[in-house]
């Protein structure tokens, strides 16, 4: 099994930066990509990027392109994920994601591990 604890969030202003943390433990040599979601109250988890083990290509969707930056501690068994020029529609509960493989999507179904999530809150 693996365990997933992420840790950063918090309250920040429009405009302002973040940087989020997540610590993975236990079978740590079986996850291939790691990610990180988001769910706001009343939507569905969406990603906000993802990295894979052996190239470190990342992936974002076009809403946080430019503003957030993904990145992987392989050595530390750490993700981190950068957020700047935050925006009120990026508050939401974060959280951090893991899989065995890469199958061809970056969808919440395709990650097998999660973490229980950081709240990030955006004052307008």
């Known amino acids: 099994q693996v365990q997933l604890v992420e840790s950063g969030g918090g309250f920040v202003q429009t405009g302002g930066s973040l940087r989020l943390s997540c610590k993975a433990s236990g ?3 079986v996850i291939y990509m790691m990610a990180w ?5 009343g939507k569905e988890r969406e990603s906000v990027g ?3 083990g052996s190239s470190g290509s990342t992936y974002y969707p076009d809403s946080v392109k ?5 990145s992987r501690d392989n050595d530390e068994n750490m993700l981190y994920l950068q957020m700047d020029s935050l925006k009120p529609e990026d508050a939401a509960v974060y959280y951090c994601a893991a899989a065995r493989y890469y199958s061809g999507s970056y969808s919440a179904q395709a990650m097998e591990y ?3 999530g950081t709240l ?3 004052s307008s």
């Not at 979601?37 to 109250?41: G, L, S, T, W, Y």
């Not at 430019?66 to 993904?70: E, K, L, Q």
């Open 27 to 29: 079978r740590t040599q």
């Open 114 to 116: 999660w973490g229980k």
């Open 120 to 122: 990030v809150t955006v």
């Open 50 to 52: 993802a990295i894979k």
């Open 66 to 70: 430019g503003r957030f930056t993904i």
């Open 37 to 41: 979601f988001r769910q706001a109250p």
